[in-house]
């Protein structure tokens, strides 16, 4: 079965097309310039201050890749470890799977509302439609969700969704859509969020369940570790009489030693903070003490194809940090919904091909997102070779286009260009065409429009007339 | 010392005076310049592009091309990149490959290349010869012996200028947007002249440069360090 990874609905354009939509809102690219320059700046700092930093990285791309590579063992301790400490484990193929065992598990408390912690793999699986779809509601409590769920949009940013509203913007909406707003609230950040807190104070009090995702989970002891920075998460955690939690199955770490490396390389590397505010850690369950009833659904959706690609497994590795989006400038100009998935940018131009495939033109198109300037690889704070696994991806999807019965025009191009490249004598004819049309094509010392693919280099930029004499034709007479 | 040349196929044709500055400087330092014109293409388009097939031969044939040379230049740093990081993805064995200014500094030592170029010059670290070769201060270290030259920070330099190869073709909205962003802080620094390691960047920049008029020169680093 293909595995579904939500994105937005309808058929989605690929990402060049998306791109030049997003790029022509000028308000959305001010915004994501500012917010991801004061992140990554903020990231740099604090990176800075460890002397040891490119040490952790090494140990967190070990750690990872030691769970991932022995992971059929580490997800069966890990099952042991949760039911022992009076925990429930459901095993979830894909999407459809995964929100069919939450929705029975919500229907059997008899609850129709839901509270939520911020989490990717319940936003992949499309987790919160479904539930509306067999009439539970769920309310994302993490104040940038919220912002998203009741803007009726759709993320744009693993760390901060809402990464490409402002705050006149996010006033603007709680008027609209937040029931019982003050009616003199400003865009002060700090009224804004007091607004939030008011509104979800009551969700939390009155919700008898609670749906969470996982940063981590240890196979040795059960334990699920989830980090925020607002306290709704800590909120969603204790006071609900039943927790769920779907995890992405690549989350889980061997051992509780190894949060060790992981709670240095994550709060710095995703909100350049030197601690995170809130991590909560819990196991199973504790008589009198929280959620007496847990469920772990853990969810495959594509990771296992992912892990059996020897180049592309490294993408299992991600801790959601963000920092390759924070960094790129491609994100930055496009913001996260050309993407065209939950997970946007260079972290999302890997994943998500590899757990929806390469058919769709969407999907086809996002490992050619991305100059391959290596940016993104240098913050990595688990090392994935991003580039590396892009241009691998590119030949995934050149692959599955080589037995098409008609070619593209580019796979056509490609394909002379090599054919021409093969051989001396056919190069330096095709070196005397290129310089012959070149010149014919220039007026005052430069080409302005070129025909065919070419034609979109000359839409913003010119061609230097090629000069008469190649450098080989220079070098024989000299 | 003996040097096999690799021109590259973009300079070959587009950007020949690179060519003969970085022959004309090798000669000046005392090396010995061969250039061997069964060379072609190194494959980094159709790599890059996802024809993996494709590269693999152009590798294939740029390897016995350059066999049993002592030291392969070239004045492009995203070639000497694909030689040195892919070729081995690809099976094949590269041969030992610099970009000019790597040779310059690390095999023959020295700073002072004997240039006088009287311009106020920035200079753009590409990616691939930042990151991927890990130039670090070389092409600066070069620039800054240079005569009457005067080297003006450029303000983010480190970010990718959008050419990125056929991105600039598949993605040319997102390629021209950040390129512009590029063009503005080259303006900010009031240089004559934006100098890299690579031209197919520089075409990109440059290109886009032509195009607004926006009155600066872009030039390869090797047809500065050649002007006396």
């Known amino acids: 079965m293909t595995p579904s990874v939500a994105g937005p609905s309808g058929r989605p354009p690929k990402f060049s097309e998306a791109a030049r939509t997003a790029l022509a809102d000028t308000q959305l690219r001010r915004n994501l310039a500012a917010a991801t320059h004061t992140i990554r700046e903020r990231r740099a700092a604090v990176v800075d201050e460890v002397a040891d930093w490119e040490d952790l990285r090494d140990a967190g791309a070990a750690v990872k890749d030691r769970a991932l590579l022995r992971l059929d063992s580490a997800l069966e301790e890990l099952e042991r470890s949760v039911v022992e400490a009076g925990g429930t484990v459901h095993w979830a193929r894909d999407a459809a799977e995964a929100n069919a065992i939450v929705t029975s598990l919500v229907r059997a408390t008899g609850e129709t509302e839901v509270v939520k912690v911020k989490s990717m793999a319940t936003q992949e699986i499309g987790l919160n439609e479904a539930l509306a779809a067999a009439g539970i509601t769920a309310y994302e409590t993490d104040l940038a969700e919220l912002i998203v769920q009741l803007g009726d949009d759709w993320p744009s940013h693993i760390l901060v969704p809402a990464i490409h509203r402002n705050r006149a913007e996010i006033l603007a909406l709680f008027q609209r859509a937040m029931p019982g707003v003050p009616p003199d609230l400003t865009d002060d950040p700090a009224e804004l969020a007091a607004a939030a807190r008011a509104y979800l104070r009551e969700r939390f009090l009155t919700a008898k369940v609670s749906i969470s995702g996982a940063n981590f989970a240890i196979a040795e002891t059960g334990t699920l570790v989830v980090l925020e920075s607002e306290g709704n998460g800590r909120m969603c955690l204790t006071l609900p009489d039943t927790l769920i939690s779907v995890v992405g199955i690549e989350k889980v770490l061997p051992a509780w030693r190894d949060l060790e490396v992981m709670l240095q390389l994550l709060p710095r590397s995703s909100t350049g903070e030197r601690m995170n505010p809130y991590t909560s850690t819990w196991t199973g369950v504790t008589p009198g003490d929280g959620p007496q009833d847990f469920h772990l659904v853990l969810l495959d959706n594509g990771r296992t194809g992912a892990l059996a690609d020897e180049v592309g497994r490294a993408a299992l590795r991600c801790i959601r940090c963000s920092a390759c989006l924070n960094v790129c400038p491609v994100y930055e100009r496009t913001g996260g919904h050309a993407y065209g998935s939950v997970y946007p940018g260079p972290i999302g131009a890997i994943l998500t091909p590899q757990l929806r495939g390469v058919q769709s033109a969407l999907d086809a198109s996002l490992p050619y997102a991305s100059t391959l300037c290596g940016a993104c690889a240098d913050v990595c704070p688990v090392r994935i070779d991003i580039p590396e696994i892009l241009v691998h991806l590119r030949g995934k999807v050149v692959e599955s286009r080589r037995h098409r019965p008609v070619p593209t025009p580019e796979m056509l191009m490609m394909r002379s260009i090599a054919w021409t490249m093969g051989d001396r004598g056919r190069y330096e004819s095709a070196l005397a065409q290129t310089v012959r049309w070149g010149r014919l094509l220039s007026r005052g010392g430069r080409i302005r429009r070129l025909p065919g693919l070419l034609a979109k280099w000359t839409d913003a930029r010119d061609l230097p007339m090629p000069p008469r004499q190649s450098f080989r034709a220079w070098w024989r007479r000299r | ?228």
Request: charged content about 20%; aromatic content about 8%.
């Open chain 2, 1 to 228: 010392m003996r040097i096999a040349l690799f021109i590259t196929c973009f300079n070959d044709a587009l950007f020949p005076a690179t060519g003969k500055a970085t022959v004309t400087l090798l000669e000046r330092l005392g090396c010995e310049v061969r250039f061997d014109p069964g060379q072609t293409c190194c494959g980094q388009m159709h790599w890059n592009t996802g024809y993996h097939r494709e590269a693999a031969a152009l590798a294939a044939r740029f390897g016995e091309v350059f066999a049993g040379a002592d030291a392969v230049v070239t004045p492009s740093a995203s070639c000497a990149a694909m030689v040195r990081a892919a070729y081995p993805k690809l099976g094949v064995e590269p041969p030992e490959v610099y970009e000019l200014t790597e040779f310059l500094v690390d095999v023959l030592d020295v700073a002072d290349v004997g240039a006088y170029f009287p311009h106020r010059v920035t200079y753009h670290p590409t990616c691939h010869s930042m990151r991927t070769l890990g130039l670090a201060g070389r092409p600066e270290r070069l620039l800054r012996a240079v005569r009457g030259l005067e080297l003006v920070p450029l303000p983010a330099a480190e970010e990718c200028c959008g050419f990125g190869g056929t991105f600039a073709i598949k993605n040319s909205d997102t390629s021209v947007a950040m390129v512009a962003d590029k063009i503005r802080h080259v303006r900010e620094t009031a240089a004559d002249v934006l100098c890299a390691v690579d031209n197919s960047c520089l075409a990109h920049i440059g290109g886009a440069i032509s195009r607004l008029r926006a009155g600066v020169r872009v030039l390869h680093l090797a047809e500065i360090l050649a002007a006396t």
